[in-house]
């Protein structure tokens, strides 16, 4: 008779064994499953940036060349040049003036919002809320304008003097300068071209005859449209996203849809003090978030994805995007850099300033 015999179990030192190889498995294979999600995530951006980048060209080609995103253009209606940042009280909707819960369906919600002229062209259906908040809770989630990289991030309302819920944040920002008129084209208005500071002293100018049209701004190639960005963010303030989406036209802060550009010492979406020295966090985190997820490594380490008025969109790194022309039209005098911004604050940062060789007053060339 054949003797039957139980097949062995795992000893301890052999479950061991086998715990610490997936273990090892593990560690091994989760930085590249993590930099393949980053990857993909940096795809998916840029595609969402191509098709705004296409959008943004069927509205100029319907337009007569204007630019969508502009007080100038798409938000002329809310903009009121006599009445600091409130929404033009002679813009009525149902027989009453527009406001916060009483805005058409089919407007802007905001002077420089170029979600609703894009949504348009993109055949997204936006919802028939009148209320300006149910608009801009719908706005920061649709996929279309989403950068998968942003889900961690919180957004909370500034005061309580602005609009916005907490909640996620609006992924992408408009480069402000093109949405602008020269200095003085109206009257009692700060929709100019001329940025000044606080002590007086003036940091850029457009050139004569500028309008937010795609024809004025440029090579198209070599502008860019929109770009990743955080507003409101930066690296000398809390740790803390915030919002301000009113109809802003302190052209200091311009609203949460647009910013003066990553080489601008006060800007509050692609801040890099911390790049320079200065700042108590790593403020590229939030816009530059295609590179480097830790705090403090080197320049280049950081990405965005930006899309240009042509219609492609690219990977810039966080000292490749602080090239002023990118963020200026052709022909824009910047004031000497030496000139302190707002705060303190330098008006090109150091590190941009040696790159791209900005000294004494200079011309924005192609």
């Known amino acids: 008779m054949r003797k039957h015999t139980s097949p062995s179990a795992f000893t301890l030192v052999e479950l ?9 498995l593990i560690a091994i294979l989760l930085p590249a499953l993590n930099k393949a999600r980053r990857s993909a995530q940096t795809v998916s951006c840029l595609a969402n940036l191509r098709s705004a980048g296409q959008a943004m060209i069927m509205w100029t080609s319907e337009n007569r060349g204007e630019i969508p995103g502009s007080a100038n253009t798409s938000g002329k209606q809310i903009w009121s040049p006599t009445n600091g940042d409130a929404i033009n009280p002679a813009y009525t909707y149902n027989g009453s003036p527009v406001s916060i819960t009483n805005i058409p369906p089919d407007s802007p919600i905001a002077i420089y919002d170029w979600v609703q002229p894009l949504s348009k062209m993109m055949r997204i259906k936006l919802t028939d809320s009148t209320d300006i908040n149910d608009r801009f809770a719908e706005y920061v989630r649709l996929p279309q304008f989403k950068c998968p990289a942003t889900q961690d991030f919180v957004l909370k309302p500034f005061n309580s003097t602005n609009w916005g819920r907490t909640g996620p944040m609006l992924s992408y920002a408009s480069g402000a300068a093109f949405m602008l008129l020269p200095n003085g084209t109206v009257s009692g208005s700060n929709m100019t071209g001329r940025v000044v500071a606080n002590t007086g ?3 850029w100018v457009l050139p004569s005859g500028y309008f937010p049209r795609i024809t004025k701004i440029g090579p198209t190639a070599s502008k860019i449209f929109l770009a990743d960005g955080a507003k409101y963010s930066n690296s000398y303030d809390a740790d803390i996203l915030t919002i301000s989406a009113r109809n802003m036209t302190d052209n200091h802060q311009f609203n949460t849809f647009s910013d003066y550009g990553a080489f601008f ?9 911390f790049a320079n020295g200065t700042g108590i966090r790593e403020g590229r985190l939030f816009a530059f978030r295609h590179g480097s997820t ?28 602080a090239n002023p022309s ?12 030496a000139t ?15 790159k791209y060789n900005i000294t004494g007053d200079t011309y924005i060339a192609p």
């Open 16 to 24: 061991l064994v086998v715990i610490g190889i997936i273990a090892i």
């Open 201 to 203: 002293s003036g940091y």
């Open 340 to 354: 302190a911004a707002v705060g303190g604050r330098p008006t090109i940062y150091p590190d941009a300033r040696a």
């Open 326 to 337: 990118y963020w200026l039209p052709t022909g824009t005098r910047l004031d000497n850099p």
């Open 294 to 321: 830790r705090s403090g490594t080197g320049t280049g380490s950081y990405r965005m994805n930006a899309v240009f008025y042509d219609g492609h969109a690219e990977t810039l790194d966080d000292l490749e995007a």
């Open 265 to 273: 010492g006060n800007t509050k979406s692609w801040c890099r003090n």
